[in-house]
């Protein structure tokens, strides 16, 4: 698989000019307000050996998209964290926890969630892009939990980023915000917003296309709506392929969805050519993707508080990215469909859109209840303990026949993250991994603020 030279990428909107690697790295968000997609995808002509390790299989994955737009050795310096910074040999472990049913396990790295995977290697692309530059950036970012601590864990004490971080008041779990808002680091502010996962990514999304905050300086977002974030989870599905061997291209990937990140980098490397069967969205009561595709109304609702916080998303930004593929990239109608949602917080599904969607992806709703008897489950039966968002999936892995092929269920955070849902659930708190120890007792930073644009920019003066 070899890289292009100058791969570009263009806007899912298709009113702004295609950019470089580092174009979209540093933009995050289209000045159309759109997401930025390769304008041609790369193709995967085989699995690279089972002999190389994770690095160099990201490397093979990634460097089609970065092509020459970074110094070379940069990319190589990025993926090297991931054995510098996770705690397993394997990186990202594929576990069979019964014939036929696996885990794939993301919680290895140093905040314990999948985020982790993506956040450092993208920490030294952006830091390495902007002293190519001589430029410095303002990273914004909406969290429900992980991304704001992978990022804060990633960027933090960086010389050219300044980070601020938007959660939502109250709906993240307490060791979550303790990664985030004890970390010490002068360059990293801390937001927690009097709303939902919602009102941080709309404040997100305003902040960037706010001219006195852009006005002589560069802004970006480094959630899964920016693009170098998103590719840099695909290498993982590639390591599960691997391990599958000669079952890979039929196995069912079921993962846990909040904004649509991690479900997209899976059809994008079924896109590029990476075996893989189906792929199913698994969410909890915050539904509106599988509405969507039930119905073909997607429709913003007020998200509500769960068990599994990280998935408390009701307009899942990376919803777009999937419409203007399934539409085969019709950037005028996706254009009018995320501008009209913009505007009124609904959009209605063309039959044929529709139609091409539920062929791309499947998706499915799993209560509270039946997370807390798939976290019982899941001990009871295999002896491991799970997270409310990995139970999710776990609840939604069961439900599919592997006469075919096997399943694949997403374990996205490490379950000492969530300790109150897991002891509701089990009677006992999980154990901490080294890396969650030491949270409590330092003096935590940050501010509260009103969900709204004007209160946001007054903090970040």
């Not at 601590?149 to 938007?166: E, K, N, S, Y």
Request: contains cysteine; hydrophobic residues 50%; proline residues 6%.
């Amino acid at each position: 698989m070899a890289a292009s030279p100058f791969p570009a990428y263009v806007s899912t909107r298709g009113s702004s000019p295609a950019v470089d690697f580092v174009g979209a790295l540093l933009a995050g968000v289209a000045p159309d307000g759109g997401l930025y997609v390769p304008a041609f995808w790369p193709e995967i002509s085989a699995l690279p050996a089972a002999s190389i390790d994770a690095i160099a299989l990201a490397n093979a994955i990634l460097a089609p998209f970065v092509g020459e737009a970074l110094e070379a050795g940069v990319l190589e310096r990025a993926t090297a964290r991931l054995t510098e910074q996770f705690r397993h040999a394997e990186t990202t472990p594929l576990i069979e926890l019964e014939p036929g049913l696996f885990v794939l396990e993301l919680f290895h790295g140093p905040t314990a969630a999948f985020k982790d995977y993506a956040m450092q290697m993208v920490a030294v692309l952006g830091e390495a892009a902007l002293a190519g530059r001589g430029e410095r950036l303002l990273l914004v970012t909406a969290t429900s939990g992980d991304t704001g601590a992978a990022a804060v864990r990633a960027f933090g004490g960086m010389d050219r980023i300044d980070l601020v971080v938007l959660h939502p008041l109250g709906r993240v779990s307490p060791v979550q915000r303790l990664q985030m808002t004890t970390a010490g680091a002068a360059n990293v502010l801390n937001l927690a917003v009097r709303g939902d996962f919602d009102d941080c990514q709309r404040l997100v999304k305003q902040l960037l296309a706010h001219p006195g905050l852009t006005a002589g300086r560069r802004v970006s977002s480094v959630n899964s709506i920016n693009w170098a974030r998103l590719a840099g989870q695909i290498p993982y599905y590639a390591s599960a392929a691997r391990s599958l061997g000669s079952q890979a291209a039929h196995a069912t990937y079921v993962v846990p969805t909040g904004n649509f990140g991690d479900a997209f980098a899976g059809w994008a490397a079924r896109r590029m050519g990476l075996p893989m069967g189906g792929l199913l969205a698994a969410t909890n009561r915050n539904d509106a993707l599988v509405r969507a595709l039930e119905t073909g109304i997607y429709e913003r609702t007020q998200a509500v508080p769960t068990a599994s916080v990280s998935m408390d998303v009701q307009a899942p930004s990376n919803f777009e990215r999937l419409v203007f593929e399934a539409s085969g990239r019709d950037s005028a109608l996706t254009r009018g469909l995320f501008e009209g949602f913009a505007r009124d917080g609904r959009l209605t599904l063309p039959g044929e859109l529709l139609a091409a969607l539920r062929r791309e992806v499947g998706a499915v709703s799993v209560s509270e209840a039946e997370t807390a008897q798939e976290i019982a489950r899941t001990w009871a039966q295999a002896g491991r303990v799970v997270c409310p968002h990995t139970a999710v999936a776990l609840h939604a892995a069961r439900r599919l026949d592997r006469s075919s092929g096997p399943v694949v269920a997403l374990s996205t955070a490490h379950p000492a993250k969530f300790p109150e849902a897991v002891e509701a659930a089990l009677g006992f708190a999980p154990e901490r991994p080294p890396q969650l120890e030491g949270l409590e007792g330092r003096t935590e930073v940050f501010e509260i603020v009103d969900p709204t644009l004007a209160a946001v920019l007054a903090a970040i003066g």
